[in-house]
């Protein structure tokens, strides 16, 4: 058993043991909020920045780039900018998937702690940049990449640690609020970045580096990744605390070092990703960590992967561009830019609610994904046409369109990763979460990648936004097709329409419709660009 944190040791015990059990549990969600806020305010200030990299000089009624940040001043800063974006996600894309491999088979706390001190130092050597007059385009994109390396540290032992200590019960629900701590990381980062961008923007990176690296440090004596390392016992899929077997009741408590009584752990009996129903009580024997082969060949993490791919391509497309978007619509100024794209954050916490509420409701994960996508496409559109009307009418359409888009994002790498990680194929392997997170969140960080690079290469907004919803298109066909292949009512319902039906005309219309939308923006684009 591991070693029980000095800090844990030092929480007020509690006589009862299942008000002890709960105790530590929320004691443990909310601890995980706040790291995880301390990895989205460290990673959102670039976005912020980009505007006081290159501040387009002219607006200022001067003729040169002299106020520019060198090697940014030059026609191509947009292509550079982009490069940093992706450089930080694509090497955060190929951590997710070591990164994962790697949680597994060591203690959880230590490689959080190691990782959130790593990504501490990176963020606040971009920030000396500054004060050094670092102008090497090198010396940034190496930091992005090392950044964004260590970054890939925090997803899979977060949702590890939140799966191990919390059953399925209201699992949407509950990771729907506690994802909400993306959005209060980006609004932190936008709003700590804003304060220092026009004056001194080194410190928009310092100053959330040194919260990571604080928080890193809190980690080390304070996180506990399995109930059974303070001799609290496992839940069940139903939320449920399971039963301990050990005949004298020891009491869940941090003095314990060791733990007599046998684990147990409840598995789903999964027809499809969306249903699933709990089966008796399965003894595990001994923990072994998961093959990657394995994890990634349980039903349903392929595609919900490819869903994520293209659904955190349009999320985080709006995560480091919004600002600057926001800019050169409103004619805004860097401040004021990155306090307005604080709404997007907050409406991804409403929908990232929603998508948990709603998929708990119905029992449907890509149903759910699939009705958010489905909105978010013309909202996206309507956002691009009427969002620089007035603040107002921007504010209002903006919240609406990051509850769609974060909707579906938030749901997968939380409810559903969790869901997808105790599947019954993976039964007698326990070190399971932390791999399938990775798989699906890597998956997706690759899309995350090649979105703000797509953005960075477009020169015209209003094609940016036809990209994005191509993307959105991408992921709902996805979700479709995930909801007719494993759901049994769909499935029968699927056989019915493959006649010539009114059903059937209508299913394979609107299909053929999205499908010539995405052809057609991806036409659009190139006739207007290269023609």
């Known amino acids: 058993?591991?070693?029980?944190?000095?800090?844990?040791?030092?929480?007020?015990?509690?006589?009862?043991?299942?008000?002890?059990?709960?105790?530590?549990?929320?004691?443990?969600?909310?601890?995980?909020?706040?790291?995880?806020?301390?990895y989205h305010c460290s990673r959102k200030p670039i976005s912020i920045v980009k505007n006081e990299l290159h501040k387009n000089c002219t607006v200022l009624g001067i003729n040169d780039t002299s106020c520019d940040w060198k090697p940014f001043d030059h026609a191509n800063f947009?292509?550079?900018?982009?490069?940093?974006?992706?450089?930080?996600?694509?090497?955060?894309?190929?951590?997710?998937?070591?990164?994962?491999?790697?949680?597994?088979?060591?203690?959880?706390?230590?490689?959080?702690?190691?990782?959130?001190?790593?990504?501490?130092?990176?963020?606040?050597?971009?920030?000396?940049?500054?004060?050094?007059?670092?102008?090497?385009?090198?010396?940034?994109?190496?930091?992005?990449?090392?950044?964004?390396?260590?970054?890939?540290?925090?997803?899979?032992?977060?949702?590890?640690?939140v799966g191990n200590w919390w059953g399925k019960g209201k699992r949407g629900l509950i990771m729907g609020v506690w994802n909400c701590h993306t959005s209060v990381g980006n609004i932190l980062g936008s709003v700590i970045a804003g304060v220092f961008v026009s004056t001194a923007w080194g410190w928009s990176f310092i100053i959330p580096g040194l919260i990571i690296t604080f928080m890193g440090v809190l980690v080390f004596f304070f996180h506990v990744p399995k109930p059974s390392d303070v001799g609290c016992s496992d839940p069940d899929q139903n939320g449920q605390a399971a039963p301990m077997t050990d005949e004298t009741h020891q009491e869940c408590h941090p003095q314990y070092e060791s733990v007599p009584w046998k684990k147990w752990h409840r598995y789903y009996s999964i027809e499809d990703p969306n249903v699933q129903d709990s089966t008796a009580l399965v003894p595990t024997g001994e923990e072994k960590a998961v093959s990657f082969w394995k994890a990634l060949l349980v039903p349903g993490v392929i595609e919900y992967s490819l869903c994520l791919f293209f659904a955190k391509l349009v999320s985080y497309t709006f995560l480091y561009w919004l600002p600057n978007y926001i800019k050169y619509s409103a004619k805004l100024s860097n401040t004021k830019s990155a306090d307005l794209s604080t709404v997007f954050d907050f409406g991804g916490a409403t929908g990232g609610i929603l998508a948990g509420l709603l998929s708990d409701y119905t029992g449907g994960r890509a149903s759910t994904c699939a009705l958010l996508l489905v909105l978010a496409a013309p909202m996206m559109y309507i956002y691009n046409l009427y969002g620089a009307v007035s603040i107002e009418t921007n504010i209002i359409l903006l919240f609406i369109t990051g509850m769609l888009v974060n909707g579906p994002y938030a749901l997968i790498t939380t409810a559903v990763s969790a869901d997808l990680g105790t599947h019954k194929s993976l039964r007698g392997s326990t070190h399971a979460l932390a791999t399938v997170t990775a798989i699906i969140d890597g998956?997706?960080?690759?899309?995350?990648?090649?979105?703000?690079?797509?953005?960075?290469?477009?020169?015209?907004?209003?094609?940016?936004?036809?990209?994005?919803?191509?993307?959105?298109?991408?992921?709902?066909?996805?979700?479709?097709?995930?909801?007719?292949?494993?759901?049994?009512?769909?499935?029968?319902?699927?056989m019915n329409i493959k006649s010539w039906s009114v059903g059937g005309l209508l299913f394979w219309t609107l299909a053929a419709c999205m499908g010539g939308f995405a052809v057609g923006a991806c036409c659009n684009y190139y006739f207007f660009n290269f023609l």
């Open 78 to 161: 947009k292509e550079l900018l982009g490069s940093l974006d992706y450089a930080y996600l694509f090497a955060y894309a190929i951590g997710m998937f070591l990164s994962g491999h790697i949680a597994e088979r060591m203690n959880l706390r230590y490689f959080l702690t190691a990782g959130m001190i790593s990504s501490g130092v990176m963020t606040i050597a971009f920030g000396l940049g500054y004060f050094w007059g670092i102008h090497s385009f090198a010396y940034y994109i190496v930091v992005q990449i090392l950044c964004g390396l260590v970054q890939a540290s925090g997803w899979p032992s977060v949702v590890a640690t």
């Open 1 to 38: 058993m591991a070693t029980v944190p000095l800090g844990f040791r030092l929480l007020p015990g509690v006589s009862n043991n299942s008000t002890r059990d709960t105790r530590y549990k929320i004691f443990i969600l909310v601890f995980t909020f706040f790291v995880y806020t301390s």
């Open 443 to 494: 998956t997706g960080s690759m899309g995350a990648a090649l979105g703000p690079l797509l953005c960075g290469m477009i020169t015209v907004w209003r094609d940016v936004f036809y990209m994005l919803i191509a993307a959105d298109i991408c992921a709902l066909l996805v979700s479709l097709y995930i909801y007719f292949t494993y759901n049994n009512a769909a499935r029968a319902w699927r």
